[in-house]
């Protein structure tokens, strides 16, 4: 796998980057990812069927019970080189746009700050009724909405469901106005974060896949770096650019 000069051009040059990613991203450090070698089945259920938002009405205890066990796998899993380096571009770039489907809070582990969730995040818990949403990470999951008592679903985006008042919107923006875009580990597959990419290339941004296997983004992209981001990424890092930040 080689960088091109071309895109090594453009990552020296560029001002405003955003980088989408999904599961492969986190997948070095050992997450599963949800399509990869075989979907994902939780107790009979494909993930799309227990991941959906029907399953909340149906089955609310199910769905805790999936998330309670991810949580637990999430809870001695540490960020890999990709998210480190993803994290170091916030100094590199004028404007770095982190917008993510992943719900495991890696990304801010490592670093980086102002992410965008697409999908919300493991470690939240919302009130079905009022919809507050609160963070549990530290403390055991509690049973009841601190503020009206009514109970608690994962504040994460199910199938079928409405992404985060404005998180499309923002990333949207972001997308049409970059100069460079990387999708990272995702399998593209899923709307309306899929067609984030879409809007960044029409706006004219050179577009970089990095992903062991193609994908139906592959084919508008102007480089397919083919390779895990774990490898492929620290590539961009010891490159040694100057920092393209501009200088104040
Ligand atoms: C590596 C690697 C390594 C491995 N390095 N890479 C338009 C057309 C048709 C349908 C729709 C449409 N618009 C919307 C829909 C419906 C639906 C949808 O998109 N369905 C498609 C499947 C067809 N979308 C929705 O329902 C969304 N809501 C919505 O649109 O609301 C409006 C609406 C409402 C009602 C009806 C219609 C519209 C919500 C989507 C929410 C997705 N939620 C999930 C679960 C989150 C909670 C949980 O964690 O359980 O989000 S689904 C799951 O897929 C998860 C992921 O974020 C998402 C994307 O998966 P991702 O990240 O791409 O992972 P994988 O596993 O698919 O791929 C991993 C990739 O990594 C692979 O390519 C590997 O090769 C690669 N890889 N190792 C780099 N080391």
New binding site residues.
Partial sequence: MQISAELLRRFAGAKRVLVLT????S??SGVP????AGNTIWKGMP??VI?SGRMIERDLPAVWEW?DY?RNVLDNILPNP?HYEIARWQERFDELSLVT???DGLHQKAGSRNVVE???N?WRARCIKCGCSRDYSSEQRPDACHACGDLLR?D????????PAGAFEFAAERAAGCDLCFV???????????GIPEIAKAGGAFLCE????R?PLSGICDEVLI????EVLPLFGSLNHQSTKSQT
């Fill in positions: 999904g599961a492969g991203v997948a070095e990812t949800f399509r990869g993930f799309d991941s998330f991810r990709a489907q992943n719900v697409l999908h919300g493991i994962p994460v985006v199910l199938f079928g469901e409405l992404l990272i580990g995702t399998s593209a597959l899923v709307y309306p974060a899929a990095v992903n062991p296997e994908t390779g895990k981001a774990g």
